[in-house]
């Protein structure tokens, strides 16, 4: 038998034990096989014929990379009970919403009472996680388990800041390599791969960043968030980019809906300013290069943001070679010291940083400018393009900024984008702060 302290960490959680153990564990302990009839306990995925082992044995490779399990292996879950203490004052923000911050944060928390869904639709730096803060603290009065998620990590760093500064709630952060040690909590910060080590665990889950990849392209995470959500919970989607399922989910009626054109500082998101280019790959234009300077010599950071990884390398080696005295680093998604790049950035320890769309939410820095190489290729999406404009005018000191994107020719998606964004600050003058 398990003590009661090792207990806790069954709570709404699919912990995973080899099947000749699992006859010390407690009776209170829900005990499944890993794989049954052919489908994977956790992740829901068909077992294919290949997925095989040495004598027999049978594993999932769908979700090997949170832990192999396989047909020798059981999952082992013990029901929510919500057991946390008492909080009175769990937020101790001291800033103040705006008219429309406060108007969008009471119907979250009108949502939360009605036990409803709910979507916040608004623009980058609209101050989404700040709308958060009055549902959150009366979810965390209430007792209820939360979970806050988003498919990318870094959107995840930058929201432990926010809350770590926020509340004074015992949390966790999971995440592909994380530093937690797992353990029970009322609130988990975690990317939403992480959720499928949960099963009817959370009373309130937050999907930040609901349309980014690659969450929106994955049924498989989409199945393990509402696997982690209790019966009757409910989910706050929160995106600044409404792509078909979530078009489709307020068609349907499926989610209450609140809706913010304006940044907290009540400017327009800066829009795209296109300009033609030919064969960057080969030379980087003098025209981009200029640019660069000219936002060194004022002062100005920046993002390049790049179509592929090697792309990076290849617009470093160029402007070194020219020396033009630029101080630029190069970071992507495998980056083994990316965190480390992007807080150089911040520190103003360099000019500017190349990436790929790994940047292209979620992450703040104030006062830069943002230049897009390629952005007539595939991976600059419309929502993607949206969302990179979103990194320029994140201060009240500095509300705008240059988004210029280099193309050879005007596709539909930066057109799109473009008619968006003016979509979005057209509607903005109607609203007053």
């Known amino acids: 038998m398990v003590d009661n302290q090792d207990k806790s960490i069954l709570y709404g959680r699919l912990a995973v034990y080899r099947t000749e153990d699992c ?68 937020c101790t923000w001291q800033g103040k919403l705006t008219s429309l911050q406060q108007q969008v944060s009471d119907e979250q928390i009108k949502a939360l009472k009605e036990g409803k869904s709910h979507l916040t639709y608004a623009v980058t730096s609209a101050g989404k996680t700040e709308m958060l803060f009055p549902m959150l603290t009366l979810a965390i009065k209430q007792k209820k388990r939360i979970a806050i998620v988003s498919p990318r990590i870094d959107v995840i760093l930058e929201l432990k800041i926010r809350i770590k500064a926020a509340f004074n709630v015992p949390f966790i952060v999971l995440f592909g390599g994380t530093e937690d040690e797992y353990r029970y909590t009322q609130l988990i910060l975690a990317t939403t791969h992480q959720l499928m080590k949960f099963k009817q665990a959370f009373d309130v889950i937050v999907l930040d960043e609901a349309d980014a990849f690659p969450y929106e392209n994955s049924q498989l995470l989409v199945t393990s968030v509402y696997q982690a959500l209790k019966k009757n919970g409910i989910i706050f989607f929160l995106t600044a980019t409404l792509n078909t399922t979530l078009k489709k989910m307020i068609k349907r009626q499926e989610v209450l809906l609140s809706t913010l054109p304006l940044r907290f500082h009540g400017q327009p998101l800066p829009n795209l300013s296109v300009q033609r280019v030919n064969k960057w790959r080969k030379r980087l234009p003098i025209r981009v290069v200029r640019q660069m300077i000219h936002l060194k010599n004022k002062s100005i950071k920046f993002l390049v943001f790049v179509p592929q990884v090697k792309d990076i390398e290849n617009v470093i080696n160029q402007i070194k070679n020219k020396k033009y005295g630029l101080k630029i680093l190069g970071t992507y998604a495998a980056d083994a010291t990316r965190l480390e790049k992007v807080q150089a950035m911040r520190d103003g320890l360099i000019d500017g940083l190349v990436t790929t769309t790994i940047l292209e939410r979620g992450v703040t820095f104030l006062g830069i400018d943002v230049l897009i190489l390629g952005g007539d290729e595939p991976v600059f999406s419309t929502a993607t393009l949206i969302q990179i404009a979103g990194r320029c005018g994140r201060s009240a000191d500095r509300p705008n900024g240059l988004v210029r994107v280099y193309v050879q020719e005007k596709t539909k998606q930066v057109v799109d984008a473009i008619a968006e964004i003016h979509y979005l600050n057209n509607l903005g003058k109607h609203y007053e702060m």
């Not at 794989?35 to 979700?63: A, F, T, V």
């Open 23 to 90: 006859h010390r564990l407690t009776k209170k302990a829900s005990i499944i096989p890993a794989i049954d009839n052919g489908y994977c306990g956790r992740c829901q995925s068909k077992i294919l014929m290949h997925w095989q082992l040495p004598g027999d044995e049978k594993y999932c490779w769908q979700c090997a990379n949170m832990g192999r399990i396989t047909t020798k292996h059981c999952l082992v879950t013990i029901e929510e009970p919500n057991d946390f203490e008492t909080i009175v004052n769990p």
